[in-house]
Nanobody
Framework: QVQLVESGGGLVQPGGSLRLSCAAS????????VGWYRQAPGKQRELVAG???????NYVDSVKARFTISRDNAKNTVYLQMNGLKPEDTAVYYC?????????????WGQGTQVTVSS
């Protein structure tokens, strides 16, 4: 059974930092592309940061230079280091692992972790 478990969310003041973790089980995490998405109340889910199986990264413009995505394949874990947090970063953050093959697409989601940025 495949599981993605996010952790590390919480309440932080503006300008603060958090590190989110996405731990995978049941899959060989290293061969999957992984993305961190977020969804704020009343808004669509958006891709915040992604990392390929080869380690290439991409970010939405609003988080560039503040967030860093990384992976530790030995621990089957992907991280999202978030610095300089702003109130507009408040959302539920989700981890997604996906991989395309000739027989189909494998796509898995975690349950989400709440990040609240407020003074």
């Amino acid at each position: 059974q495949v599981q993605l478990v996010e952790s590390g969310g919480g309440l932080v003041q503006p300008g603060g930092s958090l590190r989110l973790s996405c731990a995978a089980s049941g899959i060989i995490f290293s061969i999957y592309a992984v993305g961190w998405y977020r969804q704020a109340p009343g808004k669509q889910r958006e891709l915040v940061a992604g990392i390929t199986s080869g380690g290439s990264t991409n970010y939405v413009d609003s988080v560039k230079a503040r967030f860093t995505i990384s992976r530790d394949n030995a621990k089957n874990t992907v991280y999202l280091q978030m610095n300089g947090l702003k109130p507009e970063d408040t959302a539920v953050y989700y981890c997604n692992a996906n991989r395309g093959t000739v027989v189909g697409i494998y796509d898995y989601w975690g349950q989400g972790t709440q990040v609240t940025v407020s003074s």
